[in-house]
């Protein structure tokens, strides 16, 4: 059973930073691409950042320079660095495995405060 376990959430002041982590199981974590989403109130969920099996990484460009992700092999575990922080990041994040089916954690807030 593949489960996503999404921590590190909570509230901070604009220019603050935060480091989400998304802890993994039940599936051969090093093979797969990970993702981190977000949905703030009254939006459609977004792709934020995406790392692949082999360290590549990509970002949507509001968070371009701000956010970094990586993973962690042996920790089976995925992060999601914010710097920089502004409150249009307030949100819900959640970290995808892009398989098929796909899997979704249960997801962390974030609130940033102006």
């Known amino acids: 059973q593949v489960q996503l376990v999404e921590s590190g959430g909570g509230l901070v002041q604009a220019g603050g930073s935060l480091r989400l982590s998304c802890a993994a199981s039940?599936?051969?974590?090093?093979?797969?691409?990970m993702e981190w989403h977000r949905q703030a109130p009254g939006k459609q969920r977004e792709l934020v950042a995406a790392?692949?099996?082999?360290?590549?990484?990509s970002y949507a460009d509001s968070v371009k320079g701000r956010f970094t992700i990586s993973r962690d092999n042996a920790k089976i575990t995925v992060y999601l660095q914010m710097r920089s922080l502004k409150p249009e990041d307030t949100a819900v994040y959640y970290c995808?495995?892009?398989?098929?089916?796909?899997?979704w954690g249960q997801g962390t807030q974030v609130t940033v405060s102006s």
């Open positions: 790392i692949t099996s082999s360290g590549r990484t």
């Open positions: 995808r495995i892009p398989t098929n089916p796909d899997y």
């Open positions: 039940g599936i051969a974590f090093r093979f797969y691409t």
